[in-house]
């Protein structure tokens, strides 16, 4: 029973495969021969499954080959966590291997997957963008990853026809607090975009940013009059932030008043250094 389990997982998890695994299942059986006539060790293909975690994908490929595989193993799937805690399925558990597999690789993930934001499949654009958002975000796995590198890629992924890509391209942004500063136009204007989501996050990222992206509150204050509860919340939390992170970055100011008191010493002063000594 365990290796049937074992088999339905790994088909779920490496499609590819199934060529290879039917024909070792066939020759364990004595029923046909390798499809490929060049493999003789039929053990070796029962050997080519997904690695459990990061450091054994290293083991078997090149850092950037690794996170081009891993970047293949979402299509078909959701990357985006679950809400609250739910039992584990096949599914699930190759979500978890493939987000662990992409922070082991750390910065070397970054394009692929910045690649995969212009991929022809949505639901790859969503997931791509997902798990930019997971690597550098605080409340993911340590360490955090550096996925500044895909900013020109998140910045064209919050034109995306879809309006979840574009709302998670700009959490992505969000995740890099001030150094997400070089999408502050993007954010701007996505602040007007037809659907709540995009105009929520954008908030969010500019908040994040902070005093780089004081240009962005003539918009977010037109936000405080939106139809909708939530992007004016969110407008006001960033407003809010950006003003007290600009107070913050301005030097101190010199007090060049002297009180009355203060410029009678002065005077005094000069009057004793420019009497006649006797």
């Known amino acids: ?41 039929v053990s070796s293909v029962n ?22 595989v891993l970047v293949e193993q979402m299509r078909g799937i959701s990357m985006q966590l ?5 039992r584990p399925t096949l599914e699930s558990r190759r979500r ?15 394009p692929p997957l910045a690649s995969a934001l212009a991929d022809p499949s949505v639901e790859m654009r969503r997931n791509a ?7 550098n975000a605080p409340w993911g796995m340590k360490p955090r990853v550096d996925t500044t590198e895909a900013i020109p890629a998140l910045i064209q992924a919050m034109g995306d026809s879809d309006p979840k890509v574009r709302a998670w391209a700009a959490h992505a942004i969000a995740s890099m607090g001030a150094s997400g500063a070089p999408a502050v136009p993007a954010l701007i204007k996505l602040l007007a975009d037809p659907h709540e989501g995009p105009r929520n996050n954008s908030a969010m990222a500019l908040r994040e940013i902070g005093a780089l992206a004081e240009p962005a509150l003539p918009a977010l204050r037109k936000n405080l009059q939106d139809p909708k ?15 007290a992170a600009v ?5 101190p100011k010199k007090n060049t008043q002297q009180s009355h008191r203060e410029q009678q010493v002065t005077a005094a002063r000069t009057r004793m250094t420019l009497a006649p000594h006797v």
């Not at 050997?47 to 081009?68: C, E, F, G, M, Y």
């Open 82 to 86: 679950p809400g609250g805690p739910n």
């Open 47 to 68: 050997k080519a499954r997904i690695p459990k975690d990061a450091n054994a994908i290293a083991l078997n490929h090149s850092p950037t080959d690794s996170a081009d």
């Open 1 to 41: 029973m365990t290796g049937k389990i074992r088999f339905i997982e790994v088909y779920e998890m490496n499609r590819w495969l199934l060529p290879y695994l039917l024909a070792s299942a066939l020759v364990l059986t004595g029923c046909g021969t390798p499809v490929n006539p060049e493999i003789k060790d």
């Open 129 to 135: 963008a997902l798990v930019l958002t997971f690597l």
């Open 229 to 243: 509860e939530n992007p004016r919340r969110f407008a006001r939390s960033a407003i809010t932030a950006i003003e």
């Open 96 to 110: 978890d291997r493939i987000y662990e597999g992409f922070k082991g690789f750390g910065t070397k993930s970054v």
């Open 247 to 251: 107070k913050r970055a301005e030097p």
